[in-house]
């Protein structure tokens, strides 16, 4: 194959990948007209539309999306075979992309890697905080953090953090003007403060468990944030209950900015995992990220 054949071919990924010409060509350090009249001549060349355009939006045609499917993941290869000719260097190198929710990267992941990463200075690493429990494969993550239960049973998990509970929480201002629940149903009476998740475009439901009974609780109130520290601030000034991680809420419980309630409703669960794909490549550097997470004992 001719060396420009390549060259559009790896275009053509980009943009079928970004579903974005101005972002595929900041990624590949091109301008967006002339990989535009890149794109334009290998469908001339192969004689078949490959992408549909408009004002908005960028997406593959049938034939495209066949494309894209047949070559994408030979190119992935081939870069998982350069990255991993590192390890023939004297330091590891490459980029690591992890995608993760706020809460995990700041009590974990960012600690951890604080002290790890001094060691290698050729190591990058990007953290993209996402609720949307992100397809890793289809947007080219290396890695993922979800907690156990989430992680689904075709990838490798590995444990980076301990169990974890839930803590239902409110300010002595709110919980002055209203009685504190003493079970999950009273939360109907409360204002509570609601995360909206972007995988469906819904409010998170608050789950409670009780001598093997469990309850959802679909919450209502006046404040929806799309993060958890934004919940925080808004509980610690009277907006309402809370529903976060009780290591997020610790220091207010001890100093009494925040007062726990429902305690005995909310039952420990499985911590975060680092999850990728089983047939994932993996390079010196990403193995070196693994195992800096990875928890002991």
Request: aromatic share 6%; proline share 5%; charged share 25%.
């Amino acid at each position: 194959m001719a060396r420009a054949n390549l060259d559009d071919l790896l275009a053509f990924v980009a943009v079928a990948r970004e579903r974005s010409f101005t972002k595929a060509a900041a990624k590949l350090g091109l301008s967006q007209s002339a990989l535009s009249h890149t794109i334009r001549g290998l469908e001339t060349r192969i004689g078949i539309r490959l992408l549909n355009r408009s004002t908005r939006s960028v997406a593959p045609t049938q034939a495209g999306e066949r494309l894209l499917q047949s070559i994408g993941p030979k190119f992935d290869d081939i870069d998982a075979e350069l990255a991993s000719l590192s390890e023939l260097r004297e330091k590891p190198a490459g980029m690591v992309r992890i995608t993760t929710a706020e809460h995990a990267a700041q009590t974990i992941l960012w600690p951890k890697l604080a002290r790890f990463l001094p060691d290698y200075p050729d190591i990058k690493v990007e953290i993209v905080i996402d609720y949307g429990l992100t397809d890793i494969v289809a947007e080219r993550y290396d890695a993922g953090v979800r907690l156990g239960e989430q992680v689904a049973k075709d990838m490798i998990a590995v444990r980076i953090g301990n169990d974890m509970r839930i803590a239902v929480v409110g300010a002595p201002s709110y919980l002055a003007r209203r009685p504190a629940p003493i079970s999950p149903q009273d939360l109907v009476g409360h204002s509570c403060i609601n995360l909206r998740l972007p995988t469906h475009g819904g409010l998170l439901a608050w789950e409670f468990e009780k001598a093997g009974r469990e309850l959802k609780v679909h919450v209502d109130g006046q404040l929806v944030f799309n993060a958890g520290s934004q919940i925080l601030n808004a509980c610690r000034l009277g907006f309402g209950l809370a529903y976060l991680p009780d290591d997020m809420v610790a220091p207010d419980l001890i100093d009494g900015s925040l007062i726990q309630v429902l305690e005995d409703w909310c039952a420990p669960f499985q911590g975060y995992h680092l999850y990728y794909p089983s047939r994932r490549q993996s390079s010196p550097a990403f193995n070196l990220v693994v195992e800096a997470l990875r928890i002991r004992g």
